[in-house]
């Protein structure tokens, strides 16, 4: 029995090996851990949001989740594990595209692909370099001038008092938003899906998307500069 088992296992591997190495693969890579982060950004807003309603709510929400360290670093993991394969798939697709196109166009007229779609590993760069200038910022506190474990509120405010750091969450959140809205078309491509009236909801879909979830974080900074929320 277990040595059936055994070469079944290996057979499944080998399997998943061979679908990572297809651009089929590698796509549906992309599209799969792209939901979940995206998943994990809309719940995380909303966490974060509380820090409207005081200082006792969000540093409340904090504690709890300090207190399930499965539960945070299961996610944490899980993201960890997503971004990776997300962007080993994003870079050997686009080197698997320059293999196939070794020689410029002499004249580039892009017809249905947008600028988003254009820009996917310029918008991506942007984001992964926001998602690490947040985590030193915001959730590690290397960069930050006053930061507390204790005090996540306080972190936020001070930390958003400062004009340039306050706008360069307003760029990394344009490029977020971006690579949503440039994701989410890829995704239902991925999928398969053609019919142009389901595509085209899917596309708007994504796009409100991208403005919500960029809107609402970067309404926080906005808030902080403007004294809504204050120390």
Not at 88 to 116: I, M, N
Not at 118 to 142: I, K, P, Q
Request: glycine share 10%; net charge positive; charged share 10%.
């Amino acid at each position: 029995m277990g040595a059936r088992a055994a070469p079944a296992r290996g057979a499944r591997v080998e399997a998943h090996v061979r679908f990572w190495h297809t651009t089929v693969g590698k796509k549906a890579v992309m599209a799969v851990t792209g939901l979940l982060m995206v998943g994990y950004v809309v719940v995380h807003l909303l966490g974060n949001l509380q820090v409207f309603a005081g200082r006792e709510r969000v540093n409340a929400y904090a504690l709890f989740l300090k207190s399930e360290p499965v539960l945070l670093w299961g996610v944490r993991i899980v993201l960890l594990v997503s971004l990776v394969l997300h962007v080993a798939a994003a870079v050997q697709l686009a080197a698997l595209r320059r293999e196939a196109r070794p020689a410029a166009y002499a004249e580039k007229r892009p017809t249905v692909s947008t600028w988003a779609s254009r820009a996917m590993l310029v918008t991506g760069a942007g984001t992964l370099a926001f998602v690490v200038y947040h985590l030193l910022h915001l959730t590690w506190g290397v960069v930050h001038p006053a930061f507390s474990h204790e005090d996540v509120y306080g972190n936020v405010v001070v930390g958003f008092l400062s004009l340039p750091v306050a706008a360069a969450y307003a760029v990394g959140l344009f490029f977020v938003g971006a690579h949503i809205y440039h994701g989410g078309g890829a995704m239902y491509r991925t999928v398969g899906v053609s019919n142009p009236r389901h595509a085209g909801g899917l596309q708007r879909a994504a796009a409100v998307a991208a403005v919500v979830l960029a809107l609402g974080y970067v309404s926080m900074p906005i808030a902080v500069q403007l004294g809504w929320v204050r120390p």
